[in-house]
């Protein structure tokens, strides 16, 4: 059990990496096409989603892969917050509900996921 815990945070620490791609995306959004700005935004940005991927494929090896795609779904968490602290978005009811939506989805699932493990 603590070893599956250990690889679920590692997949959270995964997917909150996979998440930082947007704000590079954002950024590179804002800059003058192919700038070396520009290009180091999205050197940043390949260079985040390759850890990703890596990360991903050994992760599905130690994880039930339902288990980690029902994960993914925080990103739109990680996307929330990252677009407060670094692009002053407001953070909604609706934005509130929605992430607590996704959280209480993930704790069902992994709870049922838990006791289907038991049997």
């Not at 050994?58 to 980690?68: E, F, V």
């Not at 779904?73 to 990680?78: A, D, G, L, M, Q």
């Amino acid at each position: 059990m603590k070893n599956k815990q250990k690889h679920v945070l590692i997949l959270h620490l995964l997917l909150m990496i996979n998440s930082t791609s947007g704000i590079f995306s954002k950024l590179a959004a804002n800059e003058e096409f192919l700038s070396i700005r520009f290009c180091l935004f999205y050197l940043i940005i390949i260079i985040l989603l390759g850890i990703y991927a890596i990360g991903w494929q050994q992760i599905i090896r130690r994880l039930p892969l339902t288990t980690a795609f029902a994960n993914k779904s925080v990103t739109v968490i990680w996307g929330i917050i990252w677009g407060s602290l670094f692009f002053h978005d407001s953070i909604s009811v609706g934005k509130v509900l929605g992430a607590v939506l996704i959280v209480i989805g993930v704790v069902l699932f992994a709870k049922s996921d838990q006791e289907n493990s038991h049997d």
